[in-house]
């Protein structure tokens, strides 16, 4: 059965997006690494600052532990937490499963951050390629949701500083631009990947979305994640690596041999924001659902569609801190 979902209005993408933002000054009085960004919208003009000295997550930080446990209006981080997903690969009709469970904030690459460990669903083939994965989240001190990076089988990424996941208070039709340096290694620690990078995001309209397990009202964040050579730094890889593919596919949990295999494909013309790809998030709920609808869409096709069966609160996994 196809899933469906009724779009309250359709969401632009990054393109149609264009005329609706003005990028209002870089504040170089005040520092180089400051950009503000205004975004119009149907209330108004709603102002974005990216600070690229953010410390997120900060050991020195004293909320940093209580901010990390309750989380962001959208996130819980509440440990013990846990999602389950149903996962569709196009054009398999078989389903595998992944629930994902929040753990206690622990250190990542030096900020404390919860993560967000991924395994079996009890009872339910597992998805194999993204059983054991940790993707690392906290909340910074203006209310923002931050992605840190993320492990899997001894592969490591992250960010410095970590993107914005979500603003404090998401909006339909926000939208904002994160720079920062990300860097990627085999296990051991050996070296894939570093170079700055912009990660451009997209709130949708809301939409209700009739999920498997509670049907929702949802707001889908698109991103686009792109390469930079400015003030953060600049790109050190292997030969053929698209930085930028790469990035993508390990935050996402691929395996090693299926992100080097799409960064060496490389994506040389950007595209612009798809409108059905994206994480939809719940208010108060967290993510329900990823690039859904699941198969064709108007102008794409999703290939791999994460849709929440269940939610609740069982055994807390055990800490993980990476170097």
Same mark, same amino acid.
């Not at 196009?90 to 389903?95: F, N, R």
């Not at 170079?195 to 009202?217: I, K, M, N």
């Given at each position: 059965?196809?899933?469906?979902?009724?779009?309250?209005?359709?969401?632009?993408?990054?393109i149609?997006?264009?005329?609706?933002?003005?990028?209002?000054?870089?504040?170089?009085?005040?520092?180089?690494?400051?950009?503000?960004?205004?975004?119009?919208?149907?209330?108004?003009?709603?102002v974005?600052?990216?600070?690229?000295?953010?410390?997120?997550?900060?050991?020195?930080?004293?909320?940093?532990?209580?901010?990390?446990?309750?989380?962001?209006?959208?996130?819980?981080?509440?440990?013990?937490?846990?999602?389950?997903?149903?996962?569709?690969?196009?054009?398999?009709?078989?389903?595998?499963?992944?629930?994902?469970?929040?753990?206690?904030?622990?250190?990542?690459?030096?900020?404390l951050?919860?993560?967000?460990?991924?395994?079996?669903?009890?009872?339910?083939?597992?998805?194999?390629?993204?059983?054991?994965?940790?993707?690392?989240?906290?909340?910074?001190?203006?209310?923002?949701?931050?992605?840190? =990076?993320a492990? *899997?089988?001894? @592969?490591?990424? &992250?960010?410095?500083?970590?993107?914005?996941?979500? /603003?404090?208070? +998401?909006?339909?039709?926000?939208?904002?631009?994160?720079?920062?340096f990300?860097?990627?290694?085999?296990?051991?620690?050996?070296?894939?990947?570093a170079?700055?990078?912009?990660?451009?995001?997209?709130?949708?309209?809301?939409?209700?979305?009739?999920?498997?397990?509670?049907?929702?009202?949802?707001?889908?964040?698109?991103?686009?994640?792109?390469?930079?050579?400015?003030?953060?730094?600049?790109?050190?890889?292997?030969?053929?690596?698209?930085?930028?593919?790469?990035?993508?596919?390990?935050?996402?949990?691929?395996?090693?041999?299926?992100?080097?295999a799409?960064?060496?494909?490389?994506?040389?013309?950007?595209?612009?924001?798809?409108p059905?790809?994206?994480?939809?998030?719940?208010?108060?709920?967290?993510?329900?659902?990823?690039?859904y609808?699941?198969?064709? =869409?108007?102008? *794409?096709?999703? @290939?791999?569609? &994460?849709?929440?069966?269940?939610?609740?609160?069982? /055994?807390?996994? +055990?800490?993980?801190?990476?170097?």
């Amino acid at each position: 059965m196809t899933p469906r979902r009724t779009s309250l209005h359709f969401c632009s993408s990054l393109i149609g997006l264009v005329p609706g933002v003005l990028a209002l000054a870089v504040l170089s009085s005040c520092s180089p690494d400051i950009l503000v960004v205004g975004v119009k919208s149907g209330s108004g003009t709603v102002v974005f600052g990216v600070d690229y000295n953010a410390r997120p997550g900060d050991l020195a930080d004293p909320g940093s532990a209580s901010r990390a446990r309750v989380g962001h209006p959208w996130f819980p981080l509440t440990p013990g937490r846990y999602t389950d997903f149903r996962i569709l690969r196009y054009p398999s009709a078989e389903p595998t499963y992944v629930r994902a469970t929040l753990g206690e904030p622990e250190e990542f690459f030096g900020r404390l951050a919860t993560p967000w460990v991924y395994g079996p669903v009890p009872g339910l083939p597992v998805d194999e390629s993204l059983e054991g994965l940790r993707q690392y989240y906290s909340v910074d001190s203006a209310g923002a949701l931050r992605m840190h =990076g993320a492990q *899997n089988d001894g @592969i490591m990424s &992250y960010m410095e500083p970590p993107i914005r996941h979500l /603003p404090p208070d +998401p909006a339909p039709g926000a939208a904002w631009i994160d720079t920062t340096f990300f860097r990627s290694f085999f296990p051991g620690m050996v070296p894939i990947f570093a170079g700055a990078q912009t990660y451009a995001s997209t709130l949708s309209e809301r939409a209700f979305l009739d999920l498997p397990g509670t049907p929702v009202h949802a707001l889908r964040r698109s991103q686009l994640i792109d390469s930079y050579d400015g003030p953060v730094g600049s790109a050190v890889a292997l030969e053929g690596i698209d930085g930028a593919a790469l990035a993508a596919a390990l935050l996402d949990g691929a395996s090693p041999e299926l992100a080097l295999a799409a960064a060496r494909n490389g994506r040389r013309d950007r595209p612009t924001l798809v409108p059905e790809k994206g994480i939809w998030f719940a208010r108060g709920q967290g993510a329900v659902a990823r690039d859904y609808p699941h198969g064709v =869409g108007p102008t *794409n096709i999703n @290939i791999t569609t &994460y849709e929440r069966i269940g939610s609740g609160f069982g /055994p807390v996994p +055990p800490p993980q801190p990476a170097p």
